[in-house]
């Protein structure tokens, strides 16, 4: 799982107009109940109006 110091850490450093990508194994609500959340505390911003969040789980891989 994310650490939330990381995403404290990009909150504090993210410009109006930034998009944060997550590429990792966590659930899709993580990443728009939780780490946006942390950032829109940190920064001070609104996510989907000053930056913007997406999410890119990891590939399978099929053999």
Do not use: H, W
Not at 24 to 37: F, K, L, M, R
Not at 54 to 59: A, D, L, T, W
Request: glycine share 6%.
């Amino acid at each position: 799982m994310l650490t939330l110091s990381a995403a404290e850490t990009v909150g504090k450093n993210l410009k109006r107009g930034a998009t944060v990508v997550l590429e990792s194994t966590v659930y899709p609500s993580v990443t728009e109940e939780v780490v946006a959340s942390i950032l829109e505390r940190y920064s001070k911003m609104n996510c989907g109006i000053d930056f913007y969040i997406g999410y890119s789980p990891e590939r399978l891989r099929r053999q």
